[in-house]
């Protein structure tokens, strides 16, 4: 499960790789869902995007230690696609669209687990909020 929690957060965090996104203070909703999952995993929270966060796709990437490589695919002014292949077999393919103020992305992820075929799927919804909380 923390290799799903780390594609996860690629999912909601890469479409800042995209130029557009404005820096502020985003709600972002994740929804895991899978066949093999009783009831989707739904993950709400707030995330302050700095201008640096904003123009910096590395600062969002998975993390070497998650055992994951994220590839950038095809990108314009209003979509950006990658895919990902992790160590333990995990791989798949995302894609999102978004305006400055908000995004949605969809990715595709899929692993053997002991002879049986998990497909997952998280979907993302993220938007600008206001600037940034002042921190306190």
Known sequence: MRILFALASA??????????MEPGEW????????SMMQVP???TGV????PADAKDPTRFA???????????GARSASSYSWTVQ???????AGKA????AS??????????LQGVRMDILTATKGKRLGPCAAKK
């Not at 709600?27 to 899978?34: A, D, K, M, N, P």
């Not at 992790?86 to 798949?92: H, I, L, P």
């Open 62 to 72: 998975v993390r070497e230690t998650s055992g994951c490589v994220v590839k950038p």
């Open 41 to 43: 995993q739904v993950a």
């Open 86 to 92: 992790c160590d333990q077999g995990m791989s798949g």
């Open 47 to 50: 995330q302050c995007v700095t």
């Open 103 to 112: 995004f949605e992305s969809e990715m595709r992820t899929g692993i053997n």
């Open 97 to 100: 669209s978004f305006a400055g």
């Open 11 to 20: 999912a909601f965090c890469l479409p800042a790789a995209a130029q557009g």
């Open 27 to 34: 709600e972002i909703r994740t929804v895991i869902s899978s």
